[in-house]
């Protein structure tokens, strides 16, 4: 008398089993592959504009190697107050290399914002900027790129950086006064 004996486990269960196994497995592949292309997607787009931002920096600098050509650009382009239609050579060139020197500033500040950098790397670069913003060129780079970098960095050399300025220059100008 031999008994047959049920199977552990039928047909149909294991083929339900393997085909929801099967789906999942699929899902997730196609979710990895989704966030990789994101990812890839994102990479490139930074890519190209970090490219856009060298080939800014590149016609910068040819400005600050060519004073002539960037006197005669930023004048033409109404460098705010009178005193630079007298400007120089080399207001020129300061001029070039400050837009240049807030430029690659700004690539820090936006590299910070997004976490990529640290506090403590930032505020060395901070640092930086302050010592800069001291020059009196500082100011009319500034205001003559309005517009045309990130607003929150333009807000934060405005009430970081060039506030603290005249706060202290005020200071200087109290202190004397009362000598």
């Given at each position: 008398?031999?008994?047959?004996?049920?199977?552990l486990?039928?047909?149909?269960?294991?083929?339900?089993?393997?085909?929801?196994?099967?789906?999942?497995?699929?899902?997730?592949t196609?979710?990895?592959?989704?966030?990789?292309?994101?990812?890839?997607?994102?990479?490139?787009?930074?890519?190209?504009?970090?490219?856009?931002i060298?080939?800014?920096?590149?016609?910068?600098?040819s400005?600050?190697?060519?004073?002539?050509?960037?006197?005669a650009?930023?004048?033409?382009?109404?460098?705010?107050?009178?005193a630079?239609?007298?400007?120089?050579?080399?207001?020129?060139?300061?001029?070039?290399?400050?837009?240049?020197?807030?430029?690659?500033?700004?690539?820090?500040?936006?590299?910070?914002?997004?976490?990529w950098?640290?506090?403590?790397?930032w505020m060395?670069?901070?640092?930086?900027?302050?010592?800069?913003?001291?020059?009196p060129?500082?100011?009319?780079?500034?205001t003559?790129?309005?517009?045309?970098f990130?607003s929150?960095?333009?807000?934060?050399?405005?009430?970081?950086?060039?506030?603290?300025?005249?706060?202290?220059?005020?200071?200087?100008?109290?202190?004397?006064?009362?000598?």
């Amino acid at each position: 008398m031999s008994r047959i004996r049920a199977p552990l486990v039928d047909t149909t269960t294991l083929i339900v089993t393997s085909t929801v196994v099967q789906t999942a497995v699929i899902s997730i592949t196609l979710i990895v592959f989704v966030l990789q292309f994101r990812s890839q997607e994102r990479a490139i787009k930074e890519a190209s504009y970090q490219g856009l931002i060298g080939r800014y920096n590149d016609l910068v600098m040819s400005l600050a190697d060519k004073p002539d050509l960037a006197l005669a650009l930023f004048v033409a382009a109404g460098m705010p107050g009178e005193a630079y239609k007298d400007a120089t050579r080399e207001d020129a060139q300061l001029f070039s290399h400050l837009l240049l020197a807030y430029g690659i500033i700004e690539e820090a500040y936006l590299m910070y914002a997004k976490k990529w950098i640290g506090e403590d790397d930032w505020m060395q670069w901070s640092a930086f900027l302050e010592r800069l913003s001291r020059h009196p060129l500082f100011p009319v780079v500034h205001t003559m790129s309005s517009g045309t970098f990130d607003s929150r960095f333009e807000d934060y050399v405005s009430t970081k950086i060039l506030s603290k300025n005249r706060t202290a220059s005020e200071t200087d100008r109290s202190s004397t006064t009362e000598l």
